[in-house]
């Protein structure tokens, strides 16, 4: 049964705190940067490939269209790998991979353990790359000018059934809010309506708005089943809020990944190692919490405060 409130108000006071501190040089648990942040043969301030220029678009674009069910530090920094190894980098061009067999995808996306799933993850990698260069000339630059930069427009394509055909799983819930999320701070395309897109909801999403109580109630089941309610959670959260930068939910992804990747993850029944660093600590439930990528069960007592947090996943 999903029985589940959204507190609007705790939402934004716990989102102006995240916002600040990810924003600020102490970061959350002293981390603000993101595992796609570094381009590859990076350490940000010198790189292999231009930040904004082609190559790093195709980089963002392919290494988030398997990004599910991963160690994300993992993830791109085989995705970085891949990329500096001459031997494998053609995998990142369009044009280079359809000449390839699709032995030869699966055989390159092993050497740097960029696939975890060697033939579903070369399946989705492959089909991503094939579809941008049949429909818009190997560069995902072309749809965004079909979409006159809108985000939303872009994002609306999801809804289209031959957009979602030719883009299996890059066109779902998580991946592409987060691609469009990308293109804008770290491709650092100008997009328009960038506040009408949804907060791309994965395990860590999920398991910061628990916690912290900006949604409460009682839950068991997965977390597609309630994106809807996270991200509203976070888009009233906004609405609320009066801050000079803080403009739209988007803008919470990273606090909130990092709040529970470093954070809300290490949590035992009563027990939070992490307490004292903690930015919202006193907002934290002490009801039950189980978020895995798997599966959510939220209990009805998290409202009262009777009940242990545990059993967090990454």
Not at 89 to 109: G, H, Q, S, T, Y
Not at 121 to 148: G, H, M, R, T
Not at 272 to 289: E, I, R, W
Request: include cysteine; charge should be neutral.
């Amino acid at each position: 049964m999903n029985q589940l409130v959204i507190n609007s108000e705790k939402a934004k006071d716990v989102a102006v705190i995240l916002f600040e501190k990810f924003n600020s040089t102490e970061g959350i648990f002293g981390h603000n940067i993101m595992p796609e942040d570094l381009l590859p043969d990076s350490d940000l301030t010198s790189s292999g490939i231009e930040r904004g220029s082609y190559e790093h678009l195709m980089f963002i674009t392919l290494v988030v269209s398997i990004d599910y069910q991963r160690n994300a530090d993992q993830l791109w920094e085989a995705g970085r790998k891949t990329f500096e190894d001459e031997q494998t980098r053609w995998l990142f061009f369009p044009e280079k991979l359809v000449k390839k067999n699709f032995d030869e995808i699966i055989e390159a996306m092993i050497v740097h353990k960029l696939s975890k799933k060697p033939k579903k993850d070369a399946k989705i990698w492959s089909d991503v790359s094939k579809s941008f260069f049949e429909v818009y000339d190997s560069n995902p630059l072309n749809l965004i000018k079909q979409c006159n930069y809108d985000a939303l427009e872009i994002f609306n394509k999801k809804f289209d059934s031959r957009f979602k055909q030719s883009f299996p799983y890059f066109s779902g819930d998580k991946i592409f809010p987060l691609w469009i999320r990308m293109l804008y701070d770290n491709v650092e395309i100008k997009l328009k309506n960038i506040d009408k897109i949804p907060i791309p909801v994965d395990v860590h999403i999920a398991r910061a708005t628990f916690t912290t109580g900006c949604l409460t109630g009682n839950y068991e089941g997965t977390i597609p089943k309630v994106f809807s309610q996270i991200d509203e959670t976070w888009k009233k959260a906004v609405e609320l809020v009066n801050h000079p930068k803080l403009k739209y939910r988007l803008q919470l992804d990273e606090p909130l990944w990092h709040l529970s990747k470093y954070g809300c993850r290490f949590r035992k029944e009563t027990l939070c190692p992490k307490k004292t660093k903690c930015p919202v600590s006193n907002f934290c439930v002490n009801g039950t919490v189980n978020v895995s990528a798997e599966k959510i069960r939220i209990s009805e007592d998290n409202i009262n405060g009777k009940t242990s947090l545990s059993d967090f996943m990454l």
